[in-house]
Each structure stands twice: as C-alpha cells, then as structure tokens.
C-alpha cells in the first residue's frame, strides 16, 4: 500500500528502524537491470549545476559572504555566485502529514516528511581535495547557515548533511555537490551511535568522544593532522579501510554551534583529510557525513560530541559482512595513518 507523497518511511518490525521507500523517484522494476554503474562524466554544457536558475535559499561568494534571496540578487545576476544552495530537483522527502502513524497489517509507516537540498560549488571539475582550506570552510558554513535554518522547520528532528564524491559512492552527477535532507525522525545509525555514547557517560562520566581523543592525542599512532581546534585520525575500529573522522576538539553535541573561527579551521581539517586520501589513493570514490545531536528540544544529549566521519570505497560489502554487519578492514587504521601522514600537500 503506497502513499502519494514523495516517499514513506517505514519502519521494520523486528529492528524497530525505519527506512525509506522513495516513491517520488520511482523506477520499473527492469531498470535496476539496465545499468550497472551510474554515468557521471558529464560536459559542462549539459550539466544541470552550470548554470542554476532555480531559486535559491542561499547564495555565498568565494571569500564565504553571503547572500539571501531577494527575488533578484544582484551576484546571482551578474553570475559571480561560488555557492548555491538550492532544493533538489527529485527530492526523498517533501510535504506529507507530520509524523503520522499509518498501518497495514502489521506493519506501520509514516509520510516521508521533510526537506531536500542540494549545496553546489561552482567549479564543475574541481573537488573538495583541489579547493583552498578557504573555499571548503565556505562550504561548511553554508552547512551551518541551511542546518539553523531548517532546524527551526516544522516535523524535523534530525538534519543530515553529506558529500558523495564518486560514481562508487553514489554520486549521480560528476559536477561537486553535497546535499542536506532534514527529516521527522531520528536514523538507526544516530540512535545506535546516542545510545552508545550516553551508556559510557553513564558509566564512566566521561564524553566517550573525547576519551578517545584525548588518548589518540598521547598515543599518536592514529593522528593524521591537527591544528588548533580540530584533530584529523583514523579510527580505532574502521568500518572501512583507510576510514578517516575529523573531530572539533571543543566538546559540544551540536553542529550548528560552530564559531566562525571554527569554521575557518574546520575547512582546513577537512581540506587536509580529502586531500591526503585523494592523493595516497589515486582519487578515490567516498563519502563523508556528518554526526551531530537531533535538533529536538528537551533531550538529553550533553554526553554526545559531534564529527564529520570519512568513507573512502576501498572495497565492497561480500556475504560475510552483509550477513553480520561487521566489516572487514585489509589494514590496520595505525599503517593507513602513517601512509596519510607521509603524504606532502
């Protein structure tokens, strides 16, 4: 039983996790069968991110000053936009009823409420690993500015913001891009991840983020880079090889919060983890996410610290790792951080 909406969340009902089903992209049945890999290579005169004519929610030049929509902004005329945030075209979430339980049998599903938007630099070729520290931090800012702003929409109760890079890594468009989707419940992945960091505050007192910081920091075999407010390091247990986290060194839950000089310096750190990974590993697909508290009001999440977690695509989930759900990693996060180390910018 399918809504007309864009999508529907539902929920399993052994986990009790939900997922998405994007009715708002549909495709038949036979099209998973017709191409393998998706085609991203594109000329910049049909690529759709060249020139953007649709509104935009924000507007940003390359020294970060920014511009809101005023129904003709001058810089977006005179085409000296840098960045624009705009919404997706064929989004995974859009209106509905808010939070809204619905049954069949005995399953339950929701509107796939929420928000979609895409963050478009204006280089066609150029990744985040060639721009200046400078240039990311402006992306990041705009991060921040979308994250206040929709955090203050109705039905959201988490804001995810994340780059594909990569036809490997879901990139549909070779054209750079990183897209932010807020929606009306809070992912497996972040419960599982609020849960975990709120068990050992419970039992130790301490912010299990910065525990491990704080011991990367004297043991330093995992420290890729750092600069004054932010460290750059492979994690203990990857996911993936060659799997990189950039964590604020100022323990805070929440994203949004981020200082402008933070801002500045949080470019740098993520300038040097993509540049670093592009470089030892010949331009990699991958992807990068980032995990902060859910923007509901009232919850205890003070033992959380956000981050910005790197996946580079070094190798594909087999049967023992869809099975289980525990990865394989092919070298131990301390020989990646060294090889990263050793790679001059």
Same mark, same amino acid.
């Given at each position: 039983?399918?809504?007309?909406?864009?999508?529907?969340?539902?929920?399993?009902?052994?986990?009790?996790?939900?997922?998405?089903?994007?009715?708002?992209?549909?495709?038949?049945?036979?099209?998973?069968?017709?191409?393998?890999?998706?085609?991203?290579?594109?000329?910049?005169?049909?690529?759709?991110?060249?020139?953007?004519?649709?509104?935009?929610?924000?507007?940003?030049?390359?020294?970060?000053?920014?511009?809101?929509?005023?129904?003709?902004?001058?810089?977006?005329?005179?085409?000296?936009?840098?960045?624009?945030?705009?919404?997706?075209?064929?989004?995974?979430?859009?209106?509905?009823?808010?939070?809204?339980?619905?049954?069949?049998?005995?399953?339950?599903?929701?509107?796939?409420?929420?928000?979609?938007?895409?963050?478009?630099?204006?280089?066609?070729?150029?990744?985040?690993?060639?721009?200046?520290?400078?240039?990311?931090?402006?992306?990041?800012?705009?991060?921040?500015?979308?994250?206040?702003?929709?955090?203050?929409?109705?039905?959201?109760?988490?804001?995810?913001?994340?780059?594909?890079?990569?036809?490997?890594?879901?990139?549909?468009?070779?054209?750079?891009?990183?897209?932010?989707?807020?929606?009306?419940?809070?992912?497996?992945?972040?419960?599982?991840?609020?849960?975990?960091?709120?068990?050992?505050?419970?039992?130790?007192?301490?912010?299990?983020?910065?525990?491990?910081?704080?011991?990367?920091?004297?043991?330093?075999?995992?420290? %890729?880079?750092?600069?004054?407010?932010?460290?750059?390091?492979?994690?203990?247990?990857?996911?993936?090889?060659?799997?990189?986290?950039?964590?604020?060194?100022?323990?805070?839950?929440?994203?949004?919060?981020?200082?402008?000089?933070?801002?500045?310096?949080?470019?740098?750190?993520?300038?040097?983890?993509?540049?670093?990974?592009?470089?030892?590993?010949?331009?990699?697909?991958?992807?990068?996410?980032?995990?902060?508290?859910?923007?509901?009001?009232?919850?205890?999440?003070?033992?959380?610290?956000?981050?910005?977690?790197? %996946?580079?695509?070094?190798?594909?989930?087999?049967?023992?790792?869809?099975?289980?759900?525990?990865?394989?990693?092919?070298?131990?996060?301390?020989?990646?951080?060294?090889?990263?180390?050793?790679?001059?910018?």
């Amino acid at each position: 039983m399918m809504s007309e909406n864009i999508s529907e969340l539902r929920q399993d009902l052994v986990t009790g996790e939900w997922i998405v089903v994007a009715t708002g992209r549909a495709r038949r049945p036979d099209d998973f069968a017709k191409a393998k890999h998706p085609i991203t290579s594109q000329p910049p005169e049909t690529c759709p991110f060249e020139t953007l004519h649709e509104n935009a929610q924000a507007i940003y030049t390359a020294e970060g000053k920014r511009f809101l929509p005023d129904g003709g902004n001058r810089v977006e005329l005179d085409g000296t936009w840098w960045l624009k945030v705009v919404s997706n075209k064929y989004p995974a979430f859009g209106q509905g009823e808010c939070a809204v339980e619905h049954a069949v049998g005995p399953y339950r599903f929701q509107d796939g409420v929420g928000v979609h938007e895409v963050v478009v630099t204006r280089d066609h070729a150029r990744s985040i690993a060639e721009m200046s520290p400078g240039e990311v931090a402006v992306i990041i800012r705009a991060y921040r500015d979308r994250y206040l702003a929709l955090k203050e929409e109705g039905c959201v109760e988490y804001i995810s913001i994340f780059h594909n890079h990569g036809a490997d890594a879901g990139a549909s468009l070779e054209h750079p891009h990183s897209q932010i989707i807020a929606i009306s419940v809070i992912p497996p992945d972040i419960s599982r991840s609020l849960a975990g960091s709120g068990g050992y505050f419970a039992r130790t007192g301490k912010c299990v983020h910065c525990t491990m910081i704080e011991f990367d920091a004297i043991d330093g075999s995992r420290i %890729i880079y750092e600069n004054q407010d932010f460290t750059v390091s492979c994690p203990f247990a990857p996911r993936q090889a060659f799997e990189v986290r950039v964590f604020p060194k100022r323990h805070t839950p929440y994203f949004e919060t981020l200082t402008e000089r933070e801002i500045a310096l949080a470019g740098d750190a993520l300038h040097q983890a993509v540049a670093r990974l592009g470089r030892a590993l010949a331009g990699p697909a991958y992807n990068f996410f980032i995990h902060t508290a859910p923007t509901a009001d009232g919850q205890s999440v003070a033992h959380y610290h956000w981050h910005l977690e790197i %996946i580079p695509k070094t190798a594909v989930w087999a049967g023992f790792e869809i099975g289980t759900g525990i990865e394989i990693s092919t070298i131990s996060p301390e020989a990646a951080a060294e090889f990263l180390r050793g790679i001059l910018l």
